[in-house]
C-alpha cells in the first residue's frame, strides 16, 4: 500500500444539480467576495461573484457564481472543515456548455494536496461514466465537487484543492484553485 494512500484518506463526492445537490440561490453576503472580469472578451467571468479566496479562470462559459458550503448546505465564512466534514465547491454557470439532444457531456477534476504539496487525491475525470448519455443540460449549470478528509497525519491541517470542469463536447472550461484547513 502507497505510504501516502495510508496517511490521507479522503472521499470525494461530486455531484451536478439533480443529483445530490439542489442549492437555492439564495443571497450570498458580501463579506469575501469578489467580483472578477477575464477571458478573451472579458464575460466569461464579467459580473461574477467569487467568494471564499477562490481562484478561478473561465473560458467560453459565463460563470456567475464560485463559492464553498458545508454540508449543511450554508456558505461558508472561513475555509476551514473539521475531519470527516463535507466542504463543497458551488461553481454555477449561465451559459456556455454545448447541448446535444438536451444533453451536455463534461468533465471533471479535482485534485487535493497539501499544503507541502503531497497529493491526497488525484480525481482525473469523474464523470467519465456519462461520456456516451452525457447529463441533463439543465443540471450542468449548477455543479458542485466536494471532499471530505477522514484521516490527516498529525499537524497536517492545511489543504490545496486544484479542480478543472470541462466541454467534452467544446472548448469551454473552469479551472481554479482554493485553500482550506481543518479545524
Known amino acids: 500500500m502507497n505510504l501516502l494512500k495510508s496517511c490521507y484518506i479522503c472521499v470525494l463526492i461530486i455531484s451536478l444539480a439533480g443529483c445530490k445537490v439542489s442549492c437555492s440561490s439564495g443571497n450570498i453576503e458580501p463579506d ?3 467580483t472578477v472580469t477575464s477571458g478573451n472578451n472579458n464575460t466569461e467571468l464579467s459580473g461574477a461573484i467569487i467568494k471564499n479566496d477562490i481562484d478561478i479562470e473561465a473560458s467560453g462559459v459565463k460563470i456567475s457564481q464560485v463559492y464553498l458550503m458545508n454540508e449543511d448546505r450554508e456558505f461558508l465564512k472561513e475555509n476551514e472543515a473539521a475531519m470527516g466534514e463535507k466542504i463543497y465547491l458551488v461553481i454555477k454557470a449561465d451559459t456556455g456548455w454545448v447541448k446535444i439532444n438536451d444533453r451536455s457531456f463534461l468533465g471533471a477534476s479535482e485534485r487535493i494536496m497539501t499544503a507541502a504539496g503531497h497529493v491526497a487525491v488525484d480525481a482525473v475525470d469523474i464523470f467519465k461514466d456519462y461520456d456516451t448519455e452525457g447529463l441533463p443540460a439543465e443540471d450542468a ?4 465537487l466536494s471532499a471530505v478528509i477522514t484521516q490527516a497525519d498529525p499537524g497536517v491541517k492545511d489543504f490545496v484543492v486544484r479542480f478543472k470542469v470541462w466541454d467534452k463536447k467544446g472548448k469551454a472550461e473552469v479551472k ?7 479545524k
Open 32 to 34: 469575501k467576495t469578489k
Open 141 to 144: 449549470h449548477l455543479i458542485n
Open 176 to 182: 481554479g484553485s482554493y485553500k482550506f484547513k481543518l
